[in-house]
């Protein structure tokens, strides 16, 4: 098979890594040869106390895209589990991989922060919609807090995204699902 790549795509709390990684276990157990390349494990390892200011992610998805490109032309599967609120990171992507996909986990602002409240502390700050919303109201910075997506800075959706999926209402697994089903066929091109 040829390598491919499929980028997972949208807010911070969209449910995009528990995607990524059900996607990497369903394409494994398929006889596929895939990686999981997580935006969130990657960082701490290049930037070990991150700022998240624009230098450092152009620099960061460099480095991702670098990888995942490198993986591709070995022949094979890469799934990134990466916010990449700017548009033209994704387009580098298409302009660099062959065979390249984004699945964009839609949903609203309310939703994601609900759920990203609830994440614990651990590769990204916990609570960093809330701290973000207060960080705007007081004035007051908030160390170890850069910019955050969907609050200081706006996420710019594809209009060519090959696969959109709503996640605001859906369970997981339903989520999952309709992936798989955009997938079997786009993959089925890949061989």
């Given amino acids: 098979m040829a390598g491919f790549a499929v980028w997972v795509t949208g807010l911070p709390g969209s449910g995009k890594s528990a995607l990524a990684r059900g ?21 701490t390892t290049w930037f070990p106390e991150p700022r998240y200011d624009e230098d450092e992610r152009r620099r960061a998805y460099e ?5 995942a490109a490198a993986l591709v032309d070995q022949g094979r599967g890469v799934i990134l589990d990466a916010t990449a609120h700017r548009l033209a990171v994704r387009r580098a992507a298409r302009a660099r991989i062959p065979r390249f996909a984004e699945i964009h986990v839609r949903c609203d602002l309310d939703t994601a922060m609900r759920r990203e409240a609830g994440r614990p502390q651990g590769l990204v700050m916990a609570g960093l919609y809330e701290k973000a ?12 807090l ?46």
Avoid: K, Y
Wanted: with cysteine; net charge negative.
């Fill in 146 to 191: 850069g910019q955050v997506i969907g609050v200081d800075v706006p996420f710019e959706q594809d209009p060519g995204a090959e696969c959109v999926i709503d996640n605001t209402n859906l369970a997981e697994e339903e989520t999952l699902a309709r992936a798989l089903a955009f997938l079997g066929p786009w993959l089925a091109e890949v061989r």
């Fill in 23 to 43: 996607l990497e276990r369903e394409l494994a157990a398929r006889g596929l040869d895939v990686v999981r390349l997580s935006m969130d494990e990657r960082r």
């Fill in 63 to 67: 480095l991702l895209l670098d990888e």
């Fill in 133 to 144: 919303l207060e960080r705007r109201r007081s004035g007051r910075a908030v160390e170890g």
